[in-house]
């Protein structure tokens, strides 16, 4: 049994600056790629970032050059580095973890940005 336990949400100023971390536990494949998504009100669950166990990274274009993405492999653990936050990256926020094993997902962080 794979468990995501996502922290790290809150409420931010816009310009601000949060750090999102999702602890993976359980049997995960050594190989996997780990990554965070976000759902705003209303809309479809869409893809932020992502990085490979190898360190490789894909991000939207929506958030180039304002989130960082990171893991620890020893730990099992993705972060998110979210700066220049504005109003419209305000979502839940969740952790995914795909591998030969499975498609896992936490349950969500809030993330609200206020103008």
């Known amino acids: 049994q794979v468990q995501l336990v996502e922290s790290g949400g809150g409420l931010v100023q816009a310009g601000g600056s949060l750090r999102l971390s999702c602890a993976a536990s359980g049997s995960i494949f050594s190989r996997n790629t780990m990554g965070w998504y976000r759902q705003a009100p209303g809309k479809q669950r869409r893809l932020v970032a992502t990085?490979?166990?190898?360190?490789?990274?894909n991000y939207a274009d929506s958030v180039k050059g304002r989130f960082t993405i990171s893991r620890d492999n020893a730990k099992n653990t993705v972060f998110l580095q979210m700066n220049s936050l504005k109003p419209e990256d305000t979502a839940v926020y969740y952790c995914?973890?795909?591998?030969?094993?499975?498609?896992?997902w936490g349950k969500g962080t809030l993330v609200t940005v206020s103008s």
């Open positions: 990085i490979a166990s190898g360190g490789s990274t």
């Open positions: 995914n973890v795909d591998s030969y094993g499975g498609n896992y």
